[in-house]
């Protein structure tokens, strides 16, 4: 279990993760932690614990320090300028509605991303899901091995308060899985960790 002392971040350096459709932490960190280059385990304790898991974004021009963290409604969501919605993949075509009407619709972030979840189920069909969730405003990315590399490249493009410039160039991504499962959402590190002793 990791033990840290809760410390302030400003809601404008949050990424909300927000299952809309029903409580998911586990799934949430299993993304997470595929986006951020952290052990599962280690980014599971700290949403557990209500903290927000770090991440260093690095790209051709900017590095930021910024952090994801764990909503539970829209409200809490709401203020944050990056929003990750976490919805089961293979639901039905009624439940992708009711998201969209109750969750999606109004709701607005600089960056609002719909993340399929790898669920039992029949795949549904991914451009309808597109189209769906993009005349809302919204992006949909499948529960592909490349969907955590996408979420990433979406984060990046968000102007974030205390960047400053880098020549560090691109991201080193991790090999990927070479199979396309649902089961399968791939391997994601930006720049490395911070060592801070905890995983």
Known sequence: MVRRTRRYVRMDR????????????DACARVVSQVVGRDES???????????????????????????????????AQPRPAIVLLVPHTAERAVHARIIAEAVDGLAASVSLVVGLPVVGEAPDVDEL?????????E???????????????????PWPG?????????????APSDD??????????CPPIDDGAG
Do not use: K
């Open 14 to 25: 949050q990424i909300a993760w927000w299952p809309a459709h029903a409580p998911c932490l």
């Open 42 to 76: 280690y980014v599971r304790d700290l949403l557990q614990q209500a903290h927000g898991v770090p991440w260093t974004i690095c790209n051709p021009y900017f590095e930021a320090h910024v952090e994801h963290v764990y909503v539970r409604d829209r409200g809490e």
């Open 130 to 138: 597109d189209a769906w969730y993009g005349q809302a405003g919204w």
């Open 140 to 158: 949909y990315i499948a529960p592909t091995h490349d969907a955590s590399r996408r979420i990433s490249e979406a984060l990046m493009v968000h």
């Open 163 to 175: 960047m400053h410039l880098t020549g560090r160039g691109w991201p080193q991504w991790e090999d």
């Open 181 to 190: 499962s649902d089961a399968s959402m791939g391997a994601f590190q930006s």
